[in-house]
């Protein structure tokens, strides 16, 4: 059956890059990497991210697709009608004969999104994974992959046939959730969406429209060109972009949003304070001026605490509170998981492999700019003592460059509810109340980060702003069982947040009852 033309619609706008972006490939190469302790291989396997044909880094359209529509499927249930047209349906039984399947093609069409700038610099970032018992680097536990930069802005068009202006704004307001920061949860591309990669800023540039006039203008032009650059040339073609953009913000009005909380912490370090970047380590040919540990910086060569470094030092101290609470034998160890399912509160919060944990961790970055930018790092040299002269040790004389007392804000957002579910899972319950313990020891200055813990680096001490969420009757709804108070639909900001707290509360008393009754 041929679908008669009503119009082509072109939405065009910019996606740029809060935190670094792992839009991988799913296959890796091998290359020399600095930092290898192996003096005859300093080569790895180096994930890399989606590239163009002009080896720059993009953004899939498939990408764009998929993670608009989870979110948007999710906030609007009853809009799936108007979403399966938009992005499409999977093959279902075909009603006249349940023989046969048939799927739906969406009338969207996302482009593949290219980087606005062409000086684009990918960086190859190392991570590595410490071990519970030692708190060290884990044996063969390296890993590298390719990350896009901050701040890389990139060019995003959505093409439509026969689209409606509802349909229209349902595609607006799904882009919306890349913005997403006070009332919901954002939306995050690529890999590593919890530990705070994959942020984007999402700003809408045009939406035009080109009808069956619009058509037979194109068509009618001396000098054949594509299609996309004759709607942007037509003034008569540009679409009110402020009234689409306030039918998007009245669908999401009433969107059935995931039940959360956050915390904004700032980080006020005591001292000197070190994340080391082995990509930017001293090789053998620079010379001894040149430090052996270089810091962790942003696209501004600030100091910066990354997301992953965060949850992992999180991760460690709620071991070891589920240790103490319920035994050592009540955490089970990550190679004994072989389902992919959480098997305790531990990995409920923090995720396991095939699992998204309920945390998410931004990057920590700078609170603000110091009196003197250019003093933020100093340089310390260390030495090792030979333990039979009681003398420096011959070559063992090295350096560090660290950045002095430095103050980080960053955020941590508990998703409670998975996608489909209105009612938190009891497991869920009681990793909030573990989280209130961790970020009880964070305030009280007994995690450390970086490097250097046994030598005095790292050290903080935390403050909170929040916490903040859902609304009041969603999170009564999402935690049932819990003695909460019931508040008003127009409850003052102070009374959530006082409800936030003893819901909290109430889940750390869930927490410290004994394992074997729960």
């Given amino acids: 059956m041929t679908v008669p033309f009503k119009n082509r619609w072109l939405i065009e706008g910019t996606l740029t890059l809060t935190s670094p972006l792992e839009l991988r490939t799913g296959t890796s190469e091998t290359r020399a990497v600095k930092g290898a302790r192996d003096e005859e291989d300093k080569t790895a396997d180096v994930a890399l991210v989606q590239r163009d044909c002009g080896n720059l880094p993009c953004i899939l359209g498939s990408s764009l697709k998929g993670v608009l529509r989870s979110w948007l499927a999710e906030r609007l249930p009853n809009e799936k009608a108007s979403i399966e047209n938009v992005f499409g349906r999977k093959p279902q039984a075909w009603e006249k004969d349940r023989t046969k399947q048939a799927g739906l093609g969406g009338k969207a069409e996302f482009l593949d999104a290219f980087v606005a700038v062409e000086a684009v610099t990918v960086e190859t970032r190392g991570r590595a994974a410490i071990e519970r018992t030692t708190r060290t680097a884990a044996h063969e536990r390296l890993f590298h992959g390719e990350q896009v930069p901050e701040a890389t802005a990139f060019k995003v068009q959505v093409a439509g046939d026969s689209l409606t202006p509802h349909e229209v704004a349902l595609l607006l307001a799904a882009f919306q959730g890349f913005n997403a920061e006070v009332d919901d949860l954002p939306i995050s591309l690529g890999g590593g969406g919890a530990r705070g990669t994959g942020r984007v800023l999402w700003r809408l540039v045009s939406v035009r429209c080109?009808?069956?006039?619009?058509?037979?203008?194109?068509?009618?032009?001396?000098?054949?060109?594509?299609w996309h650059k004759a709607i942007s040339d037509d003034p008569r073609t540009a679409c009110d972009r402020a009234a689409l953009a306030d039918q998007a913000r009245a669908l999401l009005a009433g969107a059935a949003r995931p039940a959360w909380l956050a915390l904004d912490l700032t980080l006020k370090f005591d001292g000197p304070f070190l994340v080391n970047d082995p990509e930017r380590v001293k090789e053998k040919e620079e010379g001894k001026n040149h430090p052996d540990f270089e810091p962790t910086v942003d696209h501004n060569g600030r100091p910066l605490l990354p997301g992953s470094s965060v949850k992992g030092a999180l991760r460690a101290q709620a071991e070891r509170i589920f240790r103490t609470v319920h035994g050592e034998q009540a955490l089970s160890k990550p190679e004994d998981n072989r389902d992919g399912a959480p098997c305790n509160e531990v990995e409920w919060l923090f995720g396991v492999g095939g699992w998204r944990g309920m945390?998410?961790?931004?990057?920590?970055?700078?609170?603000?700019?110091?009196?003197?930018?250019?003093?933020?790092?100093?340089?310390?040299?260390?030495?090792?003592?030979?333990?039979?002269?009681?003398?420096?040790?011959?070559?063992?004389?090295?350096?560090?460059?660290?950045?002095?007392?430095?103050?980080?804000?960053?955020?941590?957002?508990?998703?409670?509810?998975?996608?489909?579910?209105?009612?938190?899972?009891?497991?869920?319950?009681?990793?909030?109340?573990?989280?209130?313990?961790?970020?009880?020891?964070?305030?009280?200055?007994?995690?450390?980060?970086?490097?250097?813990?046994?030598?005095?680096?790292?050290?903080?001490?935390?403050?909170?702003?929040?916490?903040?969420?859902?609304?009041?009757?969603?999170l009564c709804e999402a935690l049932p069982g819990l003695p909460l108070p019931t508040l008003a639909p127009a409850a003052t900001r102070d009374e959530a947040r006082t409800l936030y707290s003893q819901a909290i509360g109430a889940a750390l008393t869930s927490f410290r009852a004994p394992w074997e009754d729960l």
């Fill in 210 to 226: 080109m009808d069956v006039d619009a058509v037979a203008r194109w068509l009618g032009e001396p000098k054949p060109r594509p």
């Fill in 359 to 474: 945390l998410t961790v931004s990057d920590f970055r700078e609170r603000k700019l110091p009196k003197q930018p250019d003093k933020t790092f100093t340089e310390q040299e260390f030495v090792a003592i030979d333990r039979f002269t009681g003398g420096a040790a011959e070559g063992a004389k090295f350096k560090a460059r660290v950045a002095e007392a430095p103050e980080f804000k960053g955020r941590l957002s508990l998703r409670l509810t998975r996608p489909g579910e209105t009612v938190c899972h009891y497991h869920a319950r009681w990793a909030l109340g573990l989280m209130a313990l961790v970020v009880r020891d964070l305030v009280e200055g007994d995690i450390t980060f970086g490097f250097g813990a046994a030598k005095g680096f790292g050290a903080c001490t935390a403050t909170i702003k929040g916490p903040f969420g859902s609304p009041a009757a969603r």
